[in-house]
């Protein structure tokens, strides 16, 4: 019985994280190199503009990390940049 609710919610976690993955990927789409990146942002900015929008978002930092990466999004260091900071690649549609 235990395992059915954790499996439950972990499926409406997937879900209610998926929602804003595809609202972000009305206006984005995976960049796969930097040069045609045209916008990068730390999994924390995603996050934050998630809570802007919706500030009762029950969404971890990890999770829209799996989220993102499930998408086909990727990161890098931003080119020039000085020191590691490693920032997902979008492209504006």
């Known amino acids: 019985m235990k395992e059915k609710k954790e499996t439950e919610q972990e499926e409406q976690t997937i879900t209610y994280i998926s929602i804003y993955i595809a609202a972000l990927s009305a206006t984005y789409r995976p960049a796969s190199t930097p040069a045609e ?3 990068f942002f730390s999994t924390t900015e995603v996050v934050d503009a998630i809570r802007n929008i919706d500030p009762s978002a029950k969404i971890s930092v990890e999770q829209v990390f ?4 499930d998408a086909g999004f990727q990161f890098c260091n931003r080119p020039g940049a000085q020191g590691l900071e490693f920032k997902w690649m979008f492209r504006e549609i």
């Open 37 to 39: 990146t045209t916008h």
């Open 66 to 69: 799996s989220a993102l990466r």
